[in-house]
Antibody
Framework: QLQLQESGPGLVKPSQTLSLACTVS??????????WGWVRQSPGKGLEWIGS???????YSTPSLKSRVTISADTSKNQIFLRMTSVTATDTAVYYC?????????????WGQGILVTVPS | SYELTQPPSVSVSPGQTVSVPCSEY??????VSWYQQKAGQSPLLVIY???KRPSGIPERFSGSNSGNTATLTITGTQALDEAEYYC?????????FGGGTKLTVL
C-alpha cells in the first residue's frame, strides 16, 4: 500500500531555510510513470504547487518560488526533499508531498498527510 | 499567465445535482483534474483527465471539459460530499490549481 510521509521541523525562523523530506513506501520513486511533487496550503487558503521531480532528476517548479526552491531525491532511501531558502511568515503552510502521474494530465493521485510548517512573523 | 477560475462557493440540497465550474481561455484543449478536500484532510483525487474516476470514487462524481470551462458534476449529492473542490491543469510544465470552491450541502 502506497504511503507518503512528510517530515521535518514544524517551526522555521524567518530568513532561514526550510528543509522537508518525504518518505515513500509501497512504490519506487525510481519509476518513469510518475513525478513526485510538493504542494502547499497556507492557512485558510487554496492549494499551491511548489514543484516536482522526475526519476531522471529533472525538476520543475512554480515560477514565483523557483529562485528559492530546490527539489531533490535519494533513490536509495526512496525519499524526496524540499529545500526553501529565505523563508518569511508567508511561507507558513501545510506542506504535502504527492505522487504525480507522468501523463498529459499530470494529476496527483496519492497524497501524504501533510506537515504544518510555521514561520513566525 | 494561466489561471483557473472557480466560484468561491456553491450550495445544493441533498439528493440534487450540483455543478462546479472551472474556467480559463481554451481550457478544453487541456486535461483537467478535480480534488476533494474535507476539513483537516489531504486532498483526494476524484476526477482526472477530464472525466475519469479513480478506483473507489463513487459514480455520482463526473467531469466534463469543453471550450473555456471544465465542470465537476455531483449527481444525487450527499451530505458527506460537503467539502472544498479544486480543479487542476498542467500547462507549460507548470501545475495550476484553481482557487477552490466550497460546496455546502444544505
Amino acid at each position: 500500500q502506497l504511503q507518503l510521509q512528510e517530515s521535518g521541523p514544524g517551526l522555521v525562523k524567518p530568513s532561514q531555510t526550510l528543509s522537508l523530506a518525504c518518505t515513500v513506501s509501497g512504490d519506487s520513486i525510481n519509476s518513469n510513470s510518475y513525478y513526485w511533487g510538493w504542494v502547499r496550503q497556507s492557512p485558510g487558503k487554496g492549494l499551491e504547487w511548489i514543484g516536482s521531480i522526475y526519476y531522471s532528476g529533472t525538476t520543475y517548479s512554480t515560477p514565483s518560488l523557483k529562485s528559492r526552491v530546490t527539489i531533490s531525491a535519494d533513490t536509495s532511501k526512496n525519499q524526496i526533499f524540499l529545500r526553501m531558502t529565505s523563508v518569511t511568515a508567508t511561507d507558513t503552510a501545510v506542506y504535502y508531498c504527492a505522487r504525480q502521474a507522468h501523463t498529459n494530465s499530470s494529476h496527483f493521485d496519492f497524497w501524504g498527510q501533510g506537515i504544518l510548517v510555521t514561520v513566525p512573523s | 499567465s494561466y489561471e483557473l477560475t472557480q466560484p468561491p462557493s456553491v450550495s445544493v440540497s441533498p439528493g440534487q445535482t450540483v455543478s462546479v465550474p472551472c474556467s480559463e481561455y481554451n481550457l478544453g484543449y487541456k486535461y483537467v483534474s478535480w480534488y476533494q478536500q474535507k476539513a483537516g484532510q489531504s486532498p483526494l483525487l476524484v476526477i482526472y483527465q477530464d472525466n475519469k474516476r479513480p478506483s473507489g470514487i463513487p459514480e455520482r462524481f463526473s467531469g466534463s471539459n469543453s471550450g473555456n470551462t471544465a465542470t465537476l458534476t455531483i449527481t444525487g449529492t450527499q451530505a458527506l460530499d460537503e467539502a472544498e473542490y479544486y480543479c487542476q491543469a498542467w500547462d507549460s510544465s507548470t501545475v495550476i490549481f484553481g482557487g477552490g470552491t466550497k460546496l455546502t450541502v444544505l
